[in-house]
């Protein structure tokens, strides 16, 4: 098993930034894809962004330009830095991770999740 903790959530103004981090343990040999989702109050989960292990990302077209994924291989990290916040970005941040490397993976198939750290941007 994998296990992820996220951190870095908090209370932000509009305009602020915050900065996530995902940290991977367990059996994490060979951990392919890894993105990060939000859920808002009464919304479904939605796709933030997504980094391949050789660093190929992809965004939420709302967050292009604001948001950037990283990872450190050697860390077994993943962050999410997150500048120019907007009230509707208010949500529950989770990181995902799994095991498919060769193409982007779709929500369903990432295999692992973590608790989820909460983001709130006041106006």
């Known amino acids: 098993q994998v296990q992820l903790l996220e951190s870095g959530g908090g209370l932000v103004q509009t305009g602020g930034s915050l900065r996530l981090s995902c940290a991977a343990s367990?059996?994490?040999?060979?951990?392919?894809?890894m993105a990060w989702y939000r859920q808002a109050p009464g919304k479904q989960r939605e796709f933030v962004a997504t980094i391949t292990v050789t660093g190929f990302s992809t965004y939420l077209e709302s967050v292009k330009g604001r948001f950037t994924i990283r990872r450190d291989n050697a860390k077994n990290t993943v962050d999410l830095q997150m500048n120019s916040l907007k009230p509707e970005d208010t949500a529950v941040y989770y990181c995902?991770?799994?095991?498919?490397?060769?193409?982007?993976?779709?929500?369903?198939?990432?295999?692992?999740w973590g608790q989820g750290t909460q983001v709130t941007v006041s106006s």
């Open positions: 995902a991770a799994g095991m498919i490397y060769y193409r982007f993976t779709q929500e369903g198939e990432y295999d692992y």
């Open positions: 367990g059996s994490i040999r060979n951990l392919g894809n």
